[in-house]
Nanobody, 126 residues
Framework: QVQLVESGGGLVQAGGSLRLACVAS???????????MAWYRQGPGYARELVAQ???????NYAGSVKGRFTISRDNAKNTVYLQMTSLTPEDTAVYLC?????????????????WGQGIQVTVSS
């Protein structure tokens, strides 16, 4: 009942930048709180991997391969998480997926869940 919708992907040349966004929403009830939010990616022939994570207090964690190049941030008022990607390389080519731990309230009942977006393609050409 929580939807995560990613945007901002596409094709970029090596060395370029992209900014991804992921918005959480619900058609039933209301989002009470979002705890950890994260970006994962899955390249062709590779397992899904954690790219970056941000807690509700703003503390962050990055994969070693993106540290110093990618920045994760969030806007709690907009239920949105961002991923600013710079100095992109062809190795960053993947489907990027948003993930969030969301607490919703429907008719006075609280429900916690972990949700995934559908993913968005990022392609970096050499």
């Amino acid at each position: 009942q929580v939807q995560l919708v990613e945007s901002g992907g596409g094709l970029v040349q090596a060395g370029g930048s992209l900014r991804l966004a992921c918005v959480a929403s619900t058609a039933t009830g209301k989002i009470s709180r979002i705890d950890d939010m994260a970006w994962y990616r899955q390249g062709p022939g590779y397992a899904r991997e954690l790219v970056a994570q941000i807690a509700s207090d703003g503390s962050t964690n990055y994969a070693g391969s993106v540290k110093g190049r990618f920045t994760i941030s969030r806007d709690n008022a907009k239920n949105t998480v961002y991923l600013q990607m710079t100095s992109l390389t062809p190795e960053d080519t993947a489907v990027y997926l948003c993930n969030a731990d969301v607490l919703t309230v429907v008719h006075g009942t609280f429900e916690a869940g972990r949700y995934w977006g559908q993913g968005i393609q990022v392609t970096v050409s050499s």
